[in-house]
């Protein structure tokens, strides 16, 4: 027995010395250190006869699809953002009827830019190497060679742009459409009729915001002045703080204009009643939400994973951001008591529009001026635009995106410090503003944001004022002072909540501006 137990035993243990010295084995002959893995070996099963030079370009390429998918993914995320903010900042009665422009202004203005708004805005953007070439895109209408007008391949998507990265840019600059047509919605909020919205949502994303893009993204004649006229770099605007801001705030001022302000909004004599939002916090979370999202809407317009600058763009971001948000906090502090939280999450969002033109080509010190600068300016222009234009915005959008807008280009040809830029549109040096030795970059900033005012504004007036006669844009006088969810909607906000006392107060405003409305409408 005992000798059974021993020949056991040694058995047992010869046993588990082999598997040791086999597991040594095994183990070694992987790679825990991870030098040998992805070598020659591993790239002749991938890519089978390849060259090294092919294979290194399909992954760049490759690469860079997911940071751009990555990227329209975070700015599609914003429209939550733009959605919160919005409804927030207005009155609890209109909040289905807010939120539900917000949903449906992407699936509209997806399909109009889909049919006919990419095609015009890139149909002639050939050559993005970082997509792979969008070689299908090469029809460009010109007036005279070299000034492009607007595109004419892409519609639909069909034919020969049928291609994986067509497809990609379309993705990307679909949802930087959506951001410029939801822009309006929100100055425009709590009188417009949802028909004429629908209406609305097909002109700027199949019309209004393509061809100002080609002009400035798609090969047109904005960008090529440079080449044509040496002017700097021709107009250069990185991720759109004119290409997408200043159309949605300008078009939100055109709109605004031809609607008229809220019933109840502005007294006989001029003077204006402040008609608070109904949910702040809800507003401050969509303006976290809209911040998070501008790291995909400016350091994603790279369109390269590869391409470095990344760092310096999400870092500029931030700043600008950063300080618009405290300089417009303190500047109402200081001037009216009380550091107003709408004021400083538009603050923010101020500093956000600013830096996106410039946020490729500036360094950190200047990306917190050109914020700052527009902390305060959001705040003197949406006191300017209620009390010396007589313009009802109720939630700002025609200060932070227009005006700030329009500041971050001109700031731009101002701050641009010339470590950046090299080949942007055709042109071999660096992008140097005016404080670097660069006033021909100066005027063409100067040229795309007087070209922008009077192309979007005339355009978008005229829209309004031609749809406005043909079948009337703004609600009803008894809709507007029940609020739009239950007329337009079919549905409350919030059933289960009563009436709060600011509405009310808001209600008796308007009743004292109409004389002729029964107080009993109000409620």
């Keep these: 027995m005992v000798r059974r137990f021993r020949w056991s035993f040694r058995v047992i243990s010869l046993t588990l010395l082999i598997l040791v010295i086999a597991g040594v084995a095994v183990a070694y002959a992987g790679d825990p250190g991870g030098t040998a893995t992805g070598g020659k070996d591993s790239y002749n099963a991938i890519f089978g006869g390849q060259s090294v030079k092919e294979a290194v370009g399909h992954l760049t390429v490759a690469l860079n699809f997911v940071w751009v998918f990555l990227a329209a993914e975070l700015v599609f995320f914003m429209q939550a953002g733009f959605a919160m903010v919005e409804t927030g900042f207005t009155r609890a009665k209109n909040a289905s009827h807010v939120m539900m422009t917000n949903l449906t202004i992407f699936a509209i203005g997806a399909l109009a830019y889909w049919a ?20 299908p895109l090469n029809g460009l209408f010109e007036i005279v060679k070299g000034w492009g007008i607007f595109g004419t391949k892409g519609f639909f998507l069909v034919g020969g742009t049928y291609d994986v990265g067509v497809f990609m840019l379309f993705l990307f600059q679909m949802v930087f459409m959506d951001t410029a047509a939801t822009i309006p919605t929100g100055g425009l909020a709590e009188r417009w009729k949802f028909s004429a919205f629908c209406i609305y949502g097909v002109f700027i994303a199949g019309l209004l915001y393509p061809i100002y893009g080609n002009w400035v993204w798609g090969g047109g004649w904005l ?41 109840g909004k502005f007294n006989k004599d001029g003077s204006a009643n402040a008609m608070p939002g109904h949910h702040i916090p809800m507003a401050i979370v ?42 417009a906090m303190l500047y109402v502090w200081k001037r009216f008591g009380k550091p107003d939280p709408s ?102 900033q100067l040229i795309g944001a007087v070209t922008v005012i009077i192309y979007t504004f005339a355009l978008a007036y005229g829209f309004f004022k031609l749809l406005d006669a043909i079948m009337g844009i703004r609600s009803s006088r008894a809709d507007e002072i029940a609020g739009l969810d239950l007329p337009e909607m079919g549905m409350l906000a919030y059933p289960s909540f009563a009436v709060s006392s600011l509405d009310s107060v808001n209600g008796q405003e308007a009743v004292s501006a109409e004389t002729d409305i029964n107080t009993n409408e109000d409620r």
């Design 116 to 135: 006919i708004g990419f095609g015009l805005m890139f149909g002639g953007a050939s050559g993005i190497a970082s997509l792979g070439g969008t070689a």
């Design 223 to 263: 960008a090529s002045m440079g080449t044509n006229l040496g002017l700097g770099h021709g107009y250069i605007d990185w991720a759109g703080s004119s290409v997408i801001h200043a159309v949605g705030g300008i078009t939100a001022l055109a709109g605004a204009m031809v609607l008229g302000p809220r019933i």
């Design 286 to 327: 969509g303006t976290i939400i809209l911040a998070f999202g501008w790291f995909g809407f400016n350091a994603g317009s790279t369109l390269a994973a590869t391409d470095l600058r990344i760092s310096v763009i999400a870092v500029n971001t931030m700043l600008a951001g950063a300080a618009g948000s405290i300089a």
């Design 343 to 444: 004021m400083t999450a538009n603050g923010l969002l101020a500093g956000l529009v600013a830096i996106t033109a410039p946020c490729a080509f500036v360094g950190p010190v200047s990306a917190v001026i050109i914020g700052s600068i527009a902390g305060v300016l959001v705040v003197f222009s949406v006191l300017f635009v209620e009390r010396v234009l007589k313009v009802d915005d109720p939630v700002g959008a025609i200060s932070v995106h227009g005006v700030c807008g329009i500041w971050g280009v001109i700031a731009l040809g101002i701050f641009a410090d010339g470590t950046y830029g090299a080949g942007y549109n055709g042109i071999n040096t660096t992008v140097r503003g005016l404080l670097f030795g660069g006033s021909s970059q100066f005027f063409a």
